[in-house]
């Protein structure tokens, strides 16, 4: 399995970007994924996740100005970000979580893609 992340660049505050994730393999559908990202002397952080069916869970801070999406046809995660602010900046990663029926089987991880918000 294999997660090819894209989308990040630089953008003034209050600018829009939108993150797309592609991941590789036939597991995307029926897992859950999400979006994390780490600041320079941060620690990682979950973003928002999105179950298979379409459920989703954002960090309260960023609720209402990111939405997360998938498309299972495509194997494609999604991540829009609006309104962004300089604390925003940040490396953003893809993660898929897999589950099947000998249960939790670990994480695989994208590359990860940079995000500048700055004037």
């Known amino acids: 399995v294999q997660l090819q992340a894209s989308g990040g660049g630089l953008v003034q505050p209050g600018g829009s970007l939108r993150l797309s994730c592609v991941v590789s393999?036939?597991?995307?559908?029926?897992?859950?994924a999400g979006w994390y990202r780490q600041a320079p002397g941060n620690q990682r952080e979950l973003v928002a996740s999105?179950?298979?069916?379409?459920?989703?869970n954002y960090a309260g801070s960023l609720r209402g100005r990111f939405t997360i999406s998938r498309d299972n046809a495509k194997n494609t995660l999604y991540l829009q970000m609006n309104s962004l602010r300089p604390e925003d900046t940040a490396v953003y990663y893809c993660n898929l979580q897999h589950w099947n029926r000998g249960g939790y089987q670990g994480d695989y991880w994208g590359q990860g893609t940079q995000v500048t918000v700055s004037s």
């Open positions: 393999g036939s597991i995307f559908r029926v897992n859950t």
């Open positions: 999105v179950t298979p069916g379409g459920g989703t």
